[in-house]
Every structure is written in structure tokens, then in C-alpha cells.
């Protein structure tokens, strides 16, 4: 599946009103974050779920309203695994693989 990038709130809002979504949180100069998008995106080439990203550097005040509205710490790389509105699951640094990822979406 394509990643989408979101870039502001009413397109985030639109992906956590799905049934279900991956985000991640990306710094564009991190290389712990350039390996966490490699298995982001590994993962979400076999799956169907949507899947989007936000460059940090780019959209920091939409990366801090995921945080104050879910009340999650942001950090970077992070993903989360959005169900019915809800972070079901969230991960960062070298939590994020593939393999995570299905084993929480299954």
C-alpha cells in the first residue's frame, strides 16, 4: 500500500476516523528513523492497512497535536497503530520493524 504523507490536522483527523491506520513519525535526519521508515514501509508493501507518514521537521505542530491529543510522548521515529479511533499500539526508535507491526495488526 502507498504511504501517504499528511501534512495537516484535517488529514489526520480523516486517518484516525478510519477503522484502522499505521502513522509514522519520521525525522528526515535521524539514521535510526531512516531505518525505522525501512520497516515501516516494508511492512506496509504486504498489507492493506493505510499507512501514513509526517516529516517532523516539516509538520512539528501536527506531530505535537498527535501527542497532546492521545496523550502519548512524542518521540522519533514513532509509530502508532490507530483501530476505531484509538492508539491500539505504539512503538519507537528500534521498536519499529516489520515484524511488530504484524504481529500487533493480526
Known amino acids: 500500500m502507498t ?8 488529514e489526520l483527523q480523516t486517518m484516525v ?3 484502522e491506520a499505521l ?10 528513523s531512516d531505518e525505522a521508515k ?3 514501509e516494508k511492512f506496509t508493501e ?7 507518514i509526517i516529516h517532523i521537521q516539516e509538520n512539528r505542530e501536527l506531530s505535537n ?11 522519533s521515529p514513532q509509530v502508532f497503530y490507530f483501530k ?7 512503538a ?6 516489520a515484524k511488530k507491526l504484524t504481529e500487533v495488526t493480526q
Open 3 to 10: 504511504v501517504k504523507q499528511l501534512t495537516v490536522e484535517d
Open 92 to 97: 519507537s526508535h528500534w521498536d519499529v520493524t
Open 84 to 90: 476505531n479511533g484509538q492508539v491500539e499500539f505504539h
Open 23 to 32: 502513522l509514522l513519525k519520521h525525522s528526515l535526519t535521524c539514521p535510526i
Open 46 to 52: 504486504e498489507s492493506d492497512i493505510p499507512a501514513y
Open 17 to 19: 476516523g478510519q477503522d
Open 38 to 40: 525501512k520497516q515501516f
Open 65 to 75: 497535536l498527535i501527542a497532546e491529543q492521545f496523550d502519548i510522548k512524542h518521540e
